[in-house]
């Protein structure tokens, strides 16, 4: 295992930057000789959309927890064949896999947390598997959201941050142990693709939360992390990665547009270093209806608009009747002016091994829900355009 960065409290030192990604993975079609050819190719906003590759559009895209975690290259390799095949342009992926003992099945991990001490993995069976889905990714012309830590325990998350420098769930974002650790990893996962344009945007949680905590606690917490997020990465757009919650707007009082969670999803999107929003869709999660679903969608397009910056619907799903339910929320977002791209929640391959994972949710390439969700979906964003 090679080590990148050991972060202890008493030193709070990073000793090392890992080389550039592309000195240790090779990529093969879209290797970009210079700078400002680099530069040219990093997705943005325009207004109240996105634009990748000089096309300013509405996209379609996914997301893959899992892709990082892949060992076979080949595996990753065909998601992304697929992908470019069936024009889903955007994929959202785990950027982290904490934990507090080391795997004692050679199982990959990002991060290991313990006893006061963070040290990344930058070893094969680390960062450098990130590596190659960015080379991969790079070379089949889709764009990676990179996510910084869980909100949830799974692989890791903040939990693994409060077992080895104490505190709760809640004060996390005030922690100043956990803090200075999450803020290294940051730096050690940026330094790493801030050349790459298959960035499309650096997230700063996977649906951040502070139950009872005023809205100033997340507030502060995005602006200062984005913040520095910007001072590494200009380029690179950053964004929350949150699930949309706290909202007046077209509001009908329940649970999601409250603010319980500390969540001020208006307040936080005018946060000058975030560059866009993000608003996830779970009406079985959150005890609402799948029809309640659409007026999600438009009551955040019409929060973006008034912010003037795009909304990214980033997550959305049921477990049954996907095409009914899920493709109307699709033909939603796309009519909804202010919501600029949409990522169903998740994409499902057949891999070496067998099937990636299948929490319920999971959309596989070439069944007729896939045909369904993307192809005829990605057929209607281009018919639109």
Known sequence: ?????????????????????????????????????????VATTNGLKFEIDGETSYFAGSNSYWIGFLTNNDDVDLV?????????????????????????????????????????????????????????????NVKLIINFVNNWSDYGGMAAYVNAFGGSQTSWYTNTAAQTAYRAYIKAVVSRYIDSPAVFAWELANEPRCNGCDVSVLYNWIQSTSAYVKSLDPKHMVTIGDEGFGLDIQSDGSYPYSYAEGLNFTMNLGIETIDFATFHLYPQSWRTTNDWGNGWVTSHGAACVAAGKPCLFEEYGVTSDHCAIEAQWQKTSLDTTGVAADLYWQYGDTLSGGKSADDGHTIYYGTSDFTCLVTDHVAAINSST
């Open 1 to 41: 295992m090679k080590i990148l960065a050991i972060l202890s409290l008493a030193t709070c030192f990073i000793s090392a930057q890992a080389a550039p990604y592309t000195q240790r993975v090779a990529v093969t079609t879209n290797a970009l000789a210079s700078g400002d050819a680099i530069a040219s190719g």
């Open 80 to 140: 992304f064949d697929h992908m470019n095949e069936s024009g889903l342009r955007i994929l959202r992926v785990w950027g982290f896999n904490d934990v507090n003992t080391v795997p004692s099945d050679g199982s990959v991990y990002y991060q290991l947390l313990k006893d006061g001490t963070a040290t990344v993995n930058t070893g094969a069976d680390g960062l450098q598997r990130l590596d190659y889905v960015v080379a991969s990714a790079e070379a089949r």
